[in-house]
């Protein structure tokens, strides 16, 4: 096995424990939140907090030219252009944080006051709640640069370690909101605001002391910060309506079935957020060489990681999303207590949404990695915006919540077709044949495990004991059949790894 795939095991393995631990932290953190704000303060703080994040679609943006331009260059083992790179980058986030910080105080603030359904009694909470959230998210803008470099050099111990960290002063948040005299929905967006100061300062701290490209900034250079604005330019479109389809839905929710939808809403948002954990830590370890390999002309390693990494990710998600689509209500209501009304449906409608992220996103790293994006961006961007207006149209008829989730199944099958048809034509050697080889594999095996475990739960009464019953039953039926399918190299590096362990 070469040394970058040792590299991806072990990053991937240290990404997991990280995860491991975050999910146990973060499923804790979610529900006494839920508990101690009530329904109403959580849908409050998710729609306020959403319009930030409608308008951090620049932040995505500039998070994903970072990562590309910080990888090429770190391929081309070229040390001067990634001092320049990462200045560049650093001066970038900056100008736009203060942008962002312009848009949120004039034009975000008017949409706060006077478009959201928020109790009047509430609306002063609700307000200071907006003000944190967005200075937080400048904050955490503004570093961008430091956290993506520690990815591009592969540091993932240290980025697990951190993440873990972060989670645990997220949880040390929750037991100050239990014992506050205060009103708790303000004192949870101080507390935020707090541990994002603190971690950013932890990253930046870290990143000047080990890695001789941040150790100082100095001026943007005009030539990299025009390569960053132009491919900036074909992904903010793209990242825009993306945010805007998932805070516009948001709204919409809001609109027309009041703050309890947009409790429901966030509680499928954390059920999707943690989900998707599982498949970004494989692709955030396989994401510094896909664009490596780019950036050195060796297509056919750089196809073969995408092809794994869509095939791995697709695979570790499904481990927990046959026994959450069958044992949803259950789940929900040992973990929340509370369980709002939408809930069920919404968290198993998101299900589908991590099924198509997770196999397209090591695809999509490999078309950042060429640097040009303008098609995929522009025809994503379409068809994301279109998604609240027909929500809009048809849900203020029909009063039917859950095709907010349907639409964007819809929306991400259709740009995911596209961009494999992109890629045929932008890197060399990609095989479709071979995608969807591996794809029918996973669902011929994920039929088998899924006839398994509804036959388990067919059989069992509902409880606790039969939520362990069918998710052992998903896990040891998709491992054992998913075997039989590796290759002999495969299964060679698999036995390595365990016997490492």
Same mark, same amino acid.
């Given at each position: 096995?070469?040394?970058?795939?040792?590299?991806?095991?072990?990053?991937?393995?240290?990404?997991?424990?990280?995860?491991?631990?975050?999910?146990?932290?973060?499923?804790?953190?979610?529900?006494?939140?839920?508990?101690?704000?009530?329904?109403?303060?959580?849908?409050?703080?998710?729609?306020?907090?959403?319009?930030?994040?409608?308008?951090?679609?620049?932040?995505?943006?500039?998070?994903?030219?970072?990562?590309?331009?910080?990888?090429?260059?770190?391929?081309?083992?070229?040390?001067?252009?990634?001092?320049?790179?990462?200045?560049?980058?650093?001066?970038?986030?900056?100008?736009?944080?203060?942008?962002?910080?312009?848009?949120?105080?004039?034009?975000?603030?008017?949409?706060?006051?006077?478009?959201?359904?928020?109790?009047?009694?509430?609306?002063?909470?609700?307000?200071?709640?907006?003000?944190?959230?967005?200075?937080?998210?400048?904050?955490?803008?503004?570093?961008?640069?430091?956290?993506?470099?520690?990815?591009?050099?592969?540091?993932?111990?240290?980025?697990?370690?951190?993440?873990?960290?972060?989670?645990?002063?997220?949880?040390?948040?929750?037991?100050?909101?239990?014992?506050?005299?205060?009103?708790?929905?303000?004192?949870?967006?101080?507390?935020?605001?707090?541990?994002?100061?603190?971690?950013?300062?932890?990253?930046?701290?870290?990143?000047?002391?080990?890695?001789?490209?941040?150790?100082?900034?100095?001026?943007?250079?005009?030539?990299?910060?025009?390569?960053?604005?132009?491919?900036?330019?074909?992904?903010?479109?793209?990242?825009?309506?993306?945010?805007?389809?998932?805070?516009?839905?948001?709204?919409?929710?809001?609109?027309?079935?009041?703050?309890?939808?947009?409790?429901?809403?966030?509680?499928?948002?954390?059920?999707?957020?943690?989900?998707?954990?599982?498949?970004?830590?494989?692709?955030?370890?396989?994401?510094?060489?896909?664009?490596?390999?780019?950036? *050195?002309?060796?297509?056919?390693?750089?196809?073969?990681?995408? @092809?794994?990494? #869509? /095939?791995?990710? %697709? +695979?570790? =998600?499904? $481990?927990?999303?046959?026994?959450?689509?069958?044992?949803?209500?259950?789940?929900? *209501?040992?973990?929340?207590?509370?369980?709002?009304?939408?809930? @069920?449906?919404? #968290? /198993?409608?998101? %299900? +589908?949404? =991590?099924? $198509?992220?997770?196999?397209?996103?090591?695809?999509?790293?490999?078309?950042?990695?060429?640097?040009?994006?303008?098609?995929?961006?522009?025809?994503?961007?379409?068809?994301?915006?279109?998604?609240?207006?027909?929500?809009?149209?048809?849900?203020?008829?029909?009063?039917?919540?859950?095709?907010?989730?349907?639409?964007?199944?819809?929306?991400?099958?259709?740009?995911?077709?596209?961009?494999?048809?992109?890629?045929?034509?932008?890197?060399?050697?990609?095989?479709?044949?071979?995608?969807?080889?591996?794809?029918?594999?996973?669902?011929?095996?994920?039929?088998?495990?899924?006839?398994?475990?509804?036959?388990?739960?067919?059989?069992?009464?509902?409880?606790?004991?039969?939520?362990?019953?069918?998710?052992?039953?998903?896990?040891?039926?998709?491992?054992?059949?998913?075997?039989?399918?590796?290759?002999?190299?495969?299964?060679?590096?698999?036995?390595?790894?365990?016997?490492?362990?």
């Amino acid at each position: 096995m070469n040394e970058g795939n040792q590299r991806i095991i072990r990053n991937s393995l240290a990404l997991y424990v990280r995860m491991a631990i975050n999910l146990a932290i973060g499923l804790y953190t979610s529900r006494v939140v839920l508990n101690v704000l009530g329904v109403e303060d959580y849908g409050i703080y998710g729609v306020v907090a959403g319009v930030v994040s409608f308008m951090g679609f620049i932040n995505a943006s500039m998070t994903s030219a970072t990562s590309r331009f910080l990888n090429y260059a770190i391929g081309k083992g070229d040390e001067t252009e990634c001092k320049k790179t990462f200045s560049t980058a650093v001066v970038s986030h900056l100008l736009i944080a203060m942008v962002i910080l312009l848009l949120g105080e004039t034009v975000g603030l008017w949409f706060v006051v006077n478009k959201l359904v928020i109790p009047p009694e509430r609306m002063t909470a609700a307000l200071w709640v907006y003000h944190l959230a967005l200075i937080s998210a400048c904050i955490g803008l503004s570093f961008v640069p430091y956290s993506s470099t520690i990815v591009a050099h592969e540091k993932m111990n240290f980025f697990a370690f951190f993440e873990i960290l972060k989670s645990t002063l997220n949880l040390a948040i929750v037991f100050v909101l239990k014992w506050g005299e205060y009103d708790k929905l303000i004192l949870y967006a101080i507390l935020g605001l707090a541990v994002q100061i603190v971690c950013c300062s932890i990253v930046y701290a870290y990143t000047a002391k080990n890695f001789r490209d941040a150790k100082s900034v100095g001026f943007a250079d005009r030539n990299i910060f025009k390569k960053m604005f132009t491919f900036l330019s074909q992904t903010i479109f793209a990242h825009m309506s993306f945010s805007f389809r998932l805070n516009g839905n948001n709204v919409v929710l809001n609109i027309l079935f009041g703050t309890v939808a947009n409790a429901a809403n966030g509680i499928a948002m954390t059920v999707q957020g943690v989900l998707l954990q599982f498949s970004s830590n494989i692709n955030l370890a396989f994401t510094p060489q896909i664009i490596q390999e780019y950036s *050195r002309a060796s297509y056919a390693r750089m196809n073969k990681l995408m @092809v794994t990494g #869509s /095939r791995l990710s %697709l +695979l570790v =998600v499904l $481990l927990f999303i046959i026994p959450l689509w069958i044992e949803m209500p259950e789940v929900l *209501r040992l973990w929340l207590m509370i369980v709002p009304d939408y809930a @069920v449906s919404f #968290s /198993r409608y998101i %299900l +589908l949404t =991590v099924v $198509l992220s997770a196999i397209t996103a090591p695809v999509y790293t490999g078309l950042t990695a060429t640097g040009d994006i303008k098609k995929y961006s522009i025809f994503q961007g379409c068809v994301y915006l279109a998604v609240p207006f027909v929500f809009y149209i048809i849900a203020s008829q029909l009063r039917w919540a859950v095709l907010a989730y349907l639409l964007v199944v819809i929306s991400q099958f259709l740009t995911a077709a596209f961009l494999f048809g992109l890629m045929r034509k932008k890197v060399t050697g990609f095989s479709l044949r071979v995608f969807v080889k591996n794809m029918i594999v996973i669902l011929v095996t994920t039929a088998v495990a899924l006839s398994a475990s509804l036959f388990v739960s067919g059989i069992m009464a509902a409880g606790p004991l039969r939520v362990i019953a069918v998710t052992l039953t998903a896990i040891i039926f998709l491992v054992t059949t998913n075997y039989f399918f590796l290759s002999s190299e495969e299964k060679t590096a698999l036995s390595g790894i365990i016997r490492r362990k």
